[in-house]
């Protein structure tokens, strides 16, 4: 497995891998991997010839009084667990590469990036958007794939790849869990003793919701109050929002009556914040 830095190095790599007529496949990350970041890496493997693995805590992403200075880092260790994955080529550039003093531009998917996670975070996906054009432009993938973990990124990313026409194809795969249905996450390390036992009531709450769905409720208010009740029970939970909305245009369900819709939760325990979310499919709904 090949190390790059350089932005130059990477993009005369991509230059020369699409001359010989390769599959690029792409994964961005923030690093310290973790077994959901190497599922990605293997849907990746499977679509692609060359997988390119970015790691880059991008401080675009993060707002004021967020965690950037404290979020998990060690490349080392992130390129060996992705070799393992077979990862062709890591990519960690450096800040100031990415972003030099004088850059001004930015791009923003609107709409979308103001909802949910938008109303907790008003800059983040800002960040986010922008930093995935730029590395889309400096590893020139074919593809390219995000966990379902994050949703809303997901699909503000499809947004963005389809309105500014870039000829990318994006890959949403599954989230990996713990053992007790904590969606994995760098964040993670954060939790300890009580918090991290009290953190998967997050995923229990989704299970009732998807349970009650597929019971044949299609009321999200008698939904959300099943979540709020399982909830409830952890005291330590700080909810910021638990939604039902359309998989496509993000907007608030009151009735399901079409599928898919994502249920949706955001939480904080102490200072550490933790989202998840289910797709209901069609299956579901018409069963
Ligand atoms: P991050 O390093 O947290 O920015 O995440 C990088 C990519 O990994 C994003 O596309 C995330 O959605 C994805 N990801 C994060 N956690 C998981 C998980 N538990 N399972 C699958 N993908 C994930």
């Known amino acids: 497995m090949q190390r790059i830095t350089d932005i130059q190095e990477m993009q005369r790599t991509a230059d020369r891998l699409r001359i010989e007529g390769k599959r690029i496949g792409f994964v961005p ?20 010839d060359i997988v390119v693995l970015s790691v ?46 004088d850059a001004s531009t930015r791009v923003e998917v609107e709409g979308l990036s103001e909802l949910w996670e938008g109303r907790f975070r ?20 074919h593809c390219a794939v995000f966990g379902q973990k994050d949703i809303q990124q997901a699909v503000i990313i499809r947004r963005m790849v389809r309105d500014l026409h870039f000829d990318i194809e994006i890959i949403v795969a599954p989230t990996r869990r713990e053992n007790d249905g904590l969606a994995m996450s760098s964040r993670n390390t954060y939790l300890a003793g009580s918090g991290r036992s009290d953190a998967a009531v997050l995923s229990r709450a989704l299970r009732l919701a998807e349970q009650a769905i597929a019971g044949g409720e ?56 933790l989202i998840d979310n289910t797709i209901v499919k069609g299956e579901t709904i018409e069963s």
């Open 29 to 48: 990350t923030m690093g310290f991997l973790h077994a959901g970041h190497l599922d990605l890496l293997r849907v990746c493997r499977e679509q692609c």
């Open 56 to 101: 880059f805590v991008n401080p675009a992403q993060f707002g004021k009084g967020e965690d950037f200075g404290r979020y998990p880092r060690d490349p080392d260790r992130d390129e060996a667990l992705a070799a393992s994955a077979g990862c062709d080529i890591v990519f960690i550039p450096n800040s100031e590469d990415i972003y030099p003093p």
């Open 122 to 141: 008003p800059t983040h996906f800002r960040g986010v958007t922008t930093v995935v054009s730029l590395l889309f432009h400096i590893v020139k993938p």
């Open 218 to 273: 299609r009321n999200t208010a008698m939904i959300l109050a099943i979540m709020h009740d399982e909830l409830a029970g952890s005291p330590d939970i700080k909810l910021d929002y638990a939604a039902v909305f359309d998989a496509e245009t993000l907007e608030e369900i009151i009735v399901i009556d079409k599928a898919p819709v994502v249920i949706a939760i955001a939480a904080r325990i102490g200072n550490t914040r």
